[in-house]
């Protein structure tokens, strides 16, 4: 067993001003908001932030990485709590693969930390940066939801700290009612101070990939279907540019743990430094530069040429491929998102059951079409339900679609977005609060039911009686 806990030394208290006023923006860069950044380092300095703000009058929002496309992690006019230096790993068992952590320890540190033992993150997101109070808060999903669930299914307990000062322990049997609405909870009932959780046994650094095309929309989702059952994750890459009878063509991505024994070279591929992801593209053009080289496609044109070649160029094939190369694309190019320019972009991201899923995106897709907006980036993703109370889980499958905002088309941009809503909500359809930015009120009554809505609100006034808990996103969806 492996234990490392924090240095012991002398605490200074939390102090705001008018010079921790600044400026912070969503992932995407299309919102920002003026807040009073702070960054405590235990949970007594997390304490002194409450009081504080309750004697000011102050509204308190929680944030990680900052990782979310939408106004999660923003709270204009009031504190935003950075927790990333909350970052320790407290304990880790090497024997059972259970470790406990502080909340704002990332899935790099996380994966690091566990891989050279032989085990892996259960569910990680497509980006190693996001923090584990983070991902718990947002209950994130990955290429394996249909078979692991989200992360949440795999926490054992949390110790949270609540507004009021209260102390309290969550597990699936111990407070289940906090246990299940803390988690996808928004970060609005209270702070995660240390996670638990359980990590996957894998007996390599690689896995076994295969990679394939698809023609049309329903040769994508029955691939999803069939082969989910098949395989450790499958993940399809949509091209939102093609049209007709090519509309919702792709390729998919499905990959396998290696059985123990078959990598005769264990020892090196779980090694740390083998999975690090390449500093230059090709050996030569360092990636830190790429997306500017990414931005000149950043429109109609330039997304369907990139689209097309995409497409013509995929061929199946099966080969093995670094956990962290497979399911951290989002990295592998720094700071991709700058390539779509000062407004930034949205993701839109929508759940159906599979029996309404074609019918509703072939018409999302062709509305985009029409309307000269089309999204640059698809992903298709197979789920199952979950037991959280704010869940965005159900039978069926997810699609994320990226698009770029411009001064000219941000409104046209967002009255589509809530088109899109409509046609989601007919179709049985629900919404991940870590992506969509155009999300009303009403929308998320529909989706959550006014029964799951009262028992947050009746939660939130038991662990936040004065309210201190608010995000610009909380206040638009719930206020």
């Not at 309750?54 to 509204?59: A, I, L, V």
């Not at 028992?455 to 936040?464: I, V």
């Amino acid at each position: 067993m492996k234990t490392s806990t924090k240095p012991v030394q002398s605490r200074k208290r939390l102090t705001l001003s008018f010079r921790d006023l600044g400026r912070l923006e969503n992932y995407g860069h299309s919102l920002a908001a003026m807040g009073y950044l702070c960054s405590p380092t235990d949970k007594e300095q997390i304490k002194e932030a409450f009081q504080f703000a309750r004697s000011k009058d102050f509204t308190v929002a929680l944030r990680g990485a900052g990782r979310s496309y939408n106004d999660a992690a923003l709270n204009g006019g009031g504190i935003v709590l950075d927790l990333r230096g909350m970052d320790q790993v407290l304990d880790w068992n090497t024997q059972t693969g259970v470790i406990r952590v502080e909340p704002g320890v990332t899935l790099q540190k996380l994966w690091q930390h566990v891989l050279p033992d032989g085990w892996w993150p259960p569910v990680v997101s497509g980006t190693m940066a996001t923090t584990l109070g983070g991902c718990l808060g947002m209950n994130i999903h990955g290429k394996n939801n249909f078979r692991m669930g989200t992360i949440g299914e795999h926490v054992l307990e949390f110790t949270a700290l609540l507004p009021t000062g209260t102390q309290v322990i969550c597990s699936p049997s111990k407070n289940p009612d906090l246990f299940h609405a803390m988690i996808g909870g928004l970060g609005m009932l209270g702070v995660f101070i240390s996670i638990t959780l359980q990590m996957k046994r894998v007996h390599s650094g690689l896995l076994e990939v295969r990679a394939w095309n698809v023609p049309d929309l329903s040769t994508h989702l029955d691939a999803l279907l069939e082969g989910a059952p098949q395989h450790d994750y499958i993940v399809g890459w949509l091209d939102t540019t093609a049209s007709g009878r090519r509309l919702g063509r792709g390729q998919l991505h499905a990959a396998d743990y290696l059985s123990d024994g078959v990598d005769e070279q264990r020892v090196v591929t779980l090694r740390t430094e083998y999975q690090t992801l390449p500093p230059r593209f090709f050996g030569v053009m360092p990636k830190s530069i790429l997306h500017r080289f990414m931005a000149p496609f950043m429109n109609n044109l330039g997304a369907l040429a990139v689209n097309n070649v995409k497409y013509h160029l995929g061929r199946a094939k099966t080969y093995r491929q670094t956990h962290a190369a497979f399911h951290f694309l989002l990295d592998y190019v720094p700071n991709w998102e700058l390539a779509y320019g000062r407004e930034g972009l949205v993701q839109y991201q929508s759940f159906l059951p599979k029996e309404t899923a074609q019918d509703t995106w072939q018409e999302i897709l062709r509305l985009s079409q029409r309307r000269g907006l089309p999204s640059y980036l698809g992903v298709v993703k197979r789920h199952r339900p979950d037991a959280f109370l704010l869940t965005h889980s159900l039978d069926g499958f997810s699609l994320a679609l990226d698009f770029k905002v411009t001064k000219g088309n941000r409104t046209r941009l967002f009255e589509m977005l809530q088109d899109f809503d409509r046609l989601v909500l007919d179709a049985g359809g629900r919404f991940y609060f870590a992506k969509n930015s155009e999300t009303s009120p009403e929308t998320a009554r529909r989706f959550l039911g006014d029964k799951t809505i009262r028992l947050f609100r009746s939660l939130k006034q038991r662990c936040d009686p004065d309210n201190l808990l608010q995000s610009d996103l909380y206040r638009r969806l719930f206020h």
